[in-house]
């Protein structure tokens, strides 16, 4: 106990060490040797630490009662992309599944800078990190929706749709996809073209792409009440995608069908949903391949594995450091900080 006491109070003592250095001017950082030149790889390596304490819920709590949580904030505004880039990933992991923290960076005006990332930031890592950040702080926190709403950040999810960097439009798809759970926001979706996106990106060369696309599509499809009568206004163009999607796959080698199994079933399920009737796939076979189960119901939610926390690994035992040649020792020096 005494042990693991004393841990405790070295990550929280490590931690407050990061918060006084972020809170530090850079010309003050620069009179106790951070060379400006250096200064973005060693901020970044500083975050990497951060992230990995406050991967532990609790750590994560504590960095609002430390000191650290707003001069984090701040660096979602450095003038550095990737210290931006990394600020964001850390405020991810800090309210990922963790309401007190979502509700502590709300406090905070997190959402605001996060939004202006997403939407603006010249560097496309940085806005997809900003997205990721965004994604983790609004899932299941009612006041990060309404603030994400006002914000007008449907338009910049649009925005992020008809971006040329799959990566970035894998996880606008996926927060989108989650979005259209709610039925204000497929009002939202619908209003500004979302739907038509969608099914533009069911044709991506991307699997990623395609199979988060098929999957808004299909909660578009699921809501019969009358108000979604439109939700998929373009039906003629959608289904010209699913037949275009159903040759593709029939023409899959064995390697290639095990690969797309999400995008048989969600293909499969859009159509029945759509047209009443199963698709050509499952009279051919390539909906369930041999030895493979039969299809989930409901079909794979390919949001969910985006949102998906990552193992709070504060409890986990790590693999020891190999043995450096010089040094003897494998432990890598941790960055520059201040002394008293």
């Not at 407050?16 to 970044?44: C, R, W, Y």
């Not at 405020?91 to 709300?106: A, D, E, G, I, Y």
Request: aromatic share 2%.
């Amino acid at each position: 106990m005494e042990a693991m006491r004393a841990n405790t109070i070295d990550v929280v003592g490590r931690m407050k060490e990061i918060a006084q250095v972020m809170k530090t001017p850079d010309d003050v950082l620069q009179s106790h040797g951070v060379n400006p030149e250096n200064i973005e790889g060693t901020f970044s390596d500083m975050l990497d630490e951060l992230q990995e304490h406050v991967e532990s819920i609790d750590m994560a709590n504590d960095l609002h009662s430390i000191g650290g949580l707003d001069p984090l904030l701040g660096y979602l505004k450095n003038s550095h992309a990737g210290i931006r880039a990394k600020a964001a990933e850390v405020v991810s992991t800090v309210v990922q599944n963790n309401p007190k923290s979502q509700q502590l960076v709300m406090e905070s005006n997190g959402l605001e800078p996060l939004l202006t990332n997403f939407r603006s930031d010249p560097s496309t890592t940085a806005r997809t990190k900003a997205l990721g950040a965004i994604s983790s702080l609004i899932r299941n926190n009612q006041s990060g929706l309404a603030a994400f709403r006002l914000g007008n950040g449907h338009a910049a999810l649009k925005d992020a749709l008809g971006s040329d960097d799959a990566r970035l439009q894998r996880k606008a798809l996926h927060l989108t996809q989650y979005l259209l759970n709610n039925k204000a926001d497929r009002n939202v979706a619908a209003e500004i073209g979302l739907p038509n996106q969608l099914i533009h990106l069911a044709s991506s060369d991307d699997s990623g792409v395609r199979e988060a696309a098929l999957g808004g599509l299909l909660e578009l499809a699921r809501d019969k009440t009358p108000a979604a009568s439109n939700a998929l206004p373009d039906q003629d163009k959608l289904k010209d995608v699913l037949k275009s999607r159903i040759e593709g796959i029939s023409a899959m080698d064995a390697d290639d069908l095990q690969a797309a199994r999400e995008e048989r079933q969600l293909v499969d399920s859009l159509w029945k949903e759509c047209y009443g009737e199963p698709s050509s796939l499952r009279e051919k076979g390539l909906v369930v391949l041999p030895g493979e189960d039969g299809p989930q119901q409901p079909p794979p939610d390919v949001a969910g594995k985006m949102f998906e926390p990552p193992l709070r690994a504060w409890a986990a035992p790590r693999p020891a450091p190999a043995e450096d040649s010089d040094s003897g020792s494998g432990k890598k020096d941790p960055p520059l900080l201040l002394g008293p």
